[in-house]
């Protein structure tokens, strides 16, 4: 059964930074590009980044390029989001991914969420 | 950069059909594969088309998706409505330099 555990999120002050950690089970992690998407309070779905399943090629949203950083380590099974310079715009729940296939395509399976809240 | 366009609500019966539009703003619908989550209230979304219309293991074959060239729109077709359909749905694309793009999502309300 795949599993995806989101970790990390809580609340920041802005301009602050936050890592995300996604533990990755059930599959073979190294073999799929992953996805970070996050959903504001109330608010619809929105892309934020993506990597390919060797962790040579990443993706961000116009949103969050230069602030955000996607990354893997493929030997712990573990998907991260490094977060800088957060503003209040960033306060959402984030979702890790995965991915149907080792480059981007459809996410055929969520984790639960993580709620990362910027404000003073 | 393009925008996926859905309807902000659609509402049918019980065991009737219901269609969700997604009208891609520019570039051809058919460049990129069209993805459509399903997300009930207070859960975490799920898939329920992928590639424009094929349909994961579990998913009912009552959920259908389509793409049409000359309306450049995805449809996520839904027949024999039941209550737990009611849910906000979501398509999804990428776009020519490998950003992901969500329709802004689309609430159904099966009354």
């Known amino acids: 059964e795949v599993r995806l555990v989101e970790s990390g999120g809580g609340l920041v002050q802005p301009g602050g930074s936050l890592r995300l950690s996604c533990a990755a089970s059930g599959f073979t992690f190294s073999s799929y590009a992953m996805t970070w998407v996050r959903q504001a309070p109330g608010k619809g779905l929105e892309w934020v980044s993506n990597i390919i399943s060797g962790g040579g090629t990443t993706f961000y949203a116009d949103s969050v390029k230069g602030r955000f950083t996607i990354s893997r380590d493929n030997s712990k099974n573990t998907l991260y989001l490094q977060m800088n310079s957060l503003r209040a715009e960033d306060t959402a729940v984030y979702y890790c991914a995965k991915d149907l296939y080792y480059y981007e395509s459809s996410v055929d399976h969520w984790g639960q969420g993580t709620l990362v809240t910027v404000s003073s | 950069n393009f925008i996926l366009t859905q309807p902000h609500s659609v509402s049918e019966s019980p065991g009737k059909t219901v269609t969700i539009s997604c009208t891609r703003s520019?570039?051809?619908?058919?460049?990129?594969?069209v993805h459509w989550y399903q997300q009930r209230p207070g859960s975490v979304p799920t898939t329920v088309i992928f590639e424009d219309d094929q349909r994961p293991s579990g998913v009912p074959d009552r959920f259908s998706g389509s793409i049409d060239r000359s309306s450049n729109s995805a449809s996520l077709t839904i027949s024999g409505l039941k209550t737990e359909d009611e849910a906000d749905y979501y398509c999804?694309?990428?776009?020519?330099?490998?950003?992901?793009?969500f329709g802004g999502g689309t609430k159904l309300t099966v009354l």
């Open positions: 520019s570039g051809s619908i058919a460049s990129n594969y």
């Open positions: 999804q694309s990428y776009d020519r330099s490998n950003q992901g793009v």
